[in-house]
T-cell receptor
Framework: GAVVSQHPSRVICKSGTSVKIECRSL??????MFWYRQFPKQSLMLMATSNEGSKATYEQGVEKDKFLINHASLTLSTLTVTSAHPEDSSFYIC??????????FGPGTRLTVT | AQSVAQPEDQVNVAEGNPLTVKCTYS??????LFWYVQYPNRGLQFLLK??????LVKGSYGFEAEFNKSQTSFHLKKPSALVSDSALYFC???????????????FGDGTTLTVKP
């Protein structure tokens, strides 16, 4: 299957700082990328959907000014958590989808805000 | 709105026995259905999908699933379970139509499969 990388895998930051997470599709062109949060022993919570060159579409309850998403190319999307707080600590997962409908997931980023 | 239900949090089977992980869905249009697997400390992996055509779809690692439109189900099956199949399994549905949900999948809460030797 297709490969999606995510960087960093783990990050610890201080409250009030910003953190950027990169998601890359390595061997296919992703027309759509998705960002999720996964809580322990819970399912994936979709945060936003991004299409290359367009503004991201955020799910209800997700603050677009706090979680900035940029989908600059068909292989790269970034999620920036601005002014992070401890409640933003979570496991963030990106996925990429082309024209075959299924999603290919990155390995995730564990964010800890102290 | 679209939704997915995985009625079992946990499924336990003995190695060599058949396994079934259940999934039912609700979607306004025609469904696209998916199964993903998450092994411990690893990312989610795509297993198989139903888009159109034959109701029985085969995927990776010997898994298969059957689309049943009348029962709105898409249960995951394998004839003979392996210990290495132990993982967290997610069912997901997308609406084949456009609109606000175009391309987005809704995931079930996941089912933990444990295969014992």
């Amino acid at each position: 299957g297709a490969v999606v990388s995510q960087h960093p895998s783990r990050v610890i930051c201080k409250s009030g700082t910003s953190v950027k997470i990169e998601c890359r599709s390595l061997d296919f062109q992703a027309t759509t990328m998705f960002w999720y949060r996964q809580f322990p022993k819970q399912s994936l919570m979709l945060m936003a959907t991004s299409n290359e060159g367009s503004k991201a579409t955020y799910e209800q309850g997700v603050e677009k000014d706090k979680f900035l998403i940029n989908h600059a190319s068909l292989t790269l999307s970034t999620l920036t958590v601005t002014s992070a707080h401890p409640e933003d600590s979570s496991f963030y997962i990106c996925s990429a989808s082309g024209n075959t409908y299924e999603q290919y997931f990155g390995p995730g980023t564990r964010l800890t805000v102290t | 709105a679209q939704s997915v239900a995985q009625p079992e949090d946990q499924v336990n089977v003995a190695e060599g026995n058949p396994l079934t992980v259940k999934c039912t869905y609700s979607v306004s249009g025609n469904p696209y259905l998916f199964w993903y697997v998450q092994y411990p400390n690893r990312g989610l992996q795509f297993l198989l999908k139903y888009i159109t055509g034959d109701n029985l779809v085969k995927g990776s690692y010997g898994f298969e699933a059957e689309f049943n439109k009348s029962q709105t189900s898409f249960h995951l099956k394998k004839p003979s379970a392996l210990v290495s199949d132990s993982a967290l399994y997610f069912c997901a549905v997308s609406d084949s139509g456009g609109g606000l949900n175009a391309g987005k999948s809704t995931f079930g809460d996941g089912t933990t499969l444990t295969v014992k030797p």
